[in-house]
């Protein structure tokens, strides 16, 4: 019976157990940060229906086990930029309403569940795409209600507008508005700068306005204190002016008496100042005299100093410029006879250079021609009777012998006509050639010097024979 009872006593201790300890780990705490939604078993709402979810926040539950489960919302705000674009104003004129949402999950009961509906099983990051969407629409709606200037204007209205439409619409998915910040607003056409330019014009116009209005009533107010100070200042100069007189005729009384007592006073001083000044004259004419004797001694002494050194730097600035005029001619002459002296060297050393090897090309010439310095000369003028045509050719190659046209009215002495006469004596320009080609020990073809050498040498000795025998005529002739 005892065992029995140990027993149940036993089992009973392990339930309590297990029922204390299934109470500690199904009793939930929720965050202040988040909703925690139980759902499963919840019983029904106030019209009896069957409720899908029981939302806490704050506070703690008890999730009964196999029935109900749990789990939780973040209630960490959601930061959506709406970058609205080309947005249809009342006006028909599209604007720019670039703005800052900031969005949560609710914490009101009949929207706490709308979020345990819609939201549970979603990311934040797809919350926060899902309620862009409908921020967008309903910010178009509210802009297209409203006119520019209530929206540039009155931005409370605009902002309260913006949030009672876009917070009923996110209150449907269980997200309420946090704040909303509009960055700037802009249009296409520059309506809205138009409307500052006119709002800062008017501005200005206005504080001209009151500008001039404070700057007359200064100016009248600055006249009436300068007219109130000559006032006062012209009875206070009055005032001094009396006084002054009264004052300068008692100066004028005491200094009278004065002057008397002055005169009779001077009279005696100035007496007894000629009888001292008489002296003093008489005393001061001797020193003067004798000041007057050193003095001219002095001058005379300095007059002659001056002379002569004066007379000495001129003298010794002439000798200084005279060595340094010569020093410098000096300098120039050596400089140009030492550069005359380099250039004669130079030109000497180029012929000395050029007439040695000029003397060495000789030396090998006559050792080339065998030791004879006849027949070297004769190689250098055949080396050189190309050269020397040429120079004879150049003299006649320019006359065109088929443009020369001779008028000729018959023989001419010798049998010879006028044409025959211009070519012999254009072919006698030659014989220097041939005469050269001698001198070398050659000979000219005969087309060009028919006559043969031996002719050539007795033509010319008969003609030498006959030159004297000519003169004799002549001076037979004289006689």
């Known amino acids: 019976m005892q065992a029995w009872i140990v027993v149940l006593i036993v089992v009973a201790v392990l339930v309590l157990f297990m029922l204390l300890l299934m109470v500690l780990t199904r009793y939930k705490k929720c965050p202040p940060d988040k909703i925690m939604v139980i759902y499963g078993k919840v019983g029904a709402d106030k019209n009896g229906n069957a409720r899908s979810s029981k939302c806490i926040h704050g506070g703690a539950a008890f999730i009964w086990p196999l029935v109900q489960a749990f789990t939780y919302l973040d209630l960490t705000p959601l930061s959506i930029s709406v970058d609205l674009k080309s947005a249809l104003s009342r006006q028909n004129i599209r604007i720019d309403v670039p703005s800052i949402f900031t969005v949560g999950i609710s914490t009101e009961p009949t929207v706490m569940e709308n979020a345990a509906e819609r939201l549970r099983n979603l990311k934040m990051q797809e919350i926060q795409e899902l309620a862009k969407d409908i921020i967008f629409g309903q910010l178009r709606l509210v802009i297209a209600t409203m006119n520019i200037e209530e929206i540039n204007t009155d931005r409370d209205k605009f902002l309260e ?9 996110l209150k449907k998915i269980g997200l309420r508005l946090i704040n909303v910040n509009v960055t700037d607003i802009s249009d296409e056409s520059g309506y809205i700068i138009a409307l500052g330019k006119e709002a800062a014009a008017k501005a200005i116009n206005d504080a001209k306005i009151s500008v001039a209005e404070a700057n007359k009533a200064g100016s009248i107010g600055e006249a009436n204190a300068k007219m109130e100070e000559r006032v006062r200042v ?16 008692e100066i004028a009384k005491t200094q009278a008496e004065l002057r008397e007592k ?6 005696l001083a100035v007496t007894a100042e000629k009888v001292q000044a008489a002296k003093a004259l ?28 004066s007379s000495e730097i001129d003298k010794r600035q002439k000798e200084i410029e005279a060595d340094a005029e ?24 180029g012929i000395r250079e050029k007439l040695s090897k000029q003397a060495e090309g000789l030396d090998a010439l006559v050792k080339a021609a065998g030791g004879e310095a006849n027949d070297a000369v004769r190689l250098m003028l055949a080396d050189k009777i190309e050269q020397l045509v040429a120079e004879q050719v150049e003299a006649i190659k320019n006359i065109k012998i088929d443009k020369v046209t001779v008028w000729d009215g018959g023989e001419n002495k010798d049998g010879k006509s006028a044409t025959a006469g211009f070519l012999s004596g254009l072919l006698k320009s030659l014989p220097p050639l041939e005469e050269m080609y001698n001198m070398a020990g050659l000979t000219l073809p005969k087309v060009i010097s028919p006559q043969p050498q031996t002719e050539k040498k007795a033509a010319e000795t008969s ?12 001076s037979e002739k004289t006689e």
């Open 161 to 169: 507008a913006i949030s009672r439409n876009v917070e009923g619409e």
């Open 234 to 249: 012209a009875q206070a100069e009055s005032e001094a002016i009396k006084g002054e007189n009264k004052a300068k005729a």
């Open 262 to 267: 002055e005169a009779e006073a001077l009279k």
């Open 282 to 309: 008489e005393e001061s004419y001797a020193a003067e005299q004798q000041a007057e004797i050193s003095r001219a001694a002095k001058e005379k002494a300095t007059q002659e100093a001056d002379v002569i050194v």
């Open 326 to 349: 010569a020093e410098q001619m000096r300098r120039k002459a050596k400089g140009e006879a030492d550069a005359i002296y380099a250039k004669m060297e130079a030109e000497a050393r």
């Open 463 to 474: 003609k030498t024979s006959e030159k004297p025998a000519k003169k004799s005529e002549k």
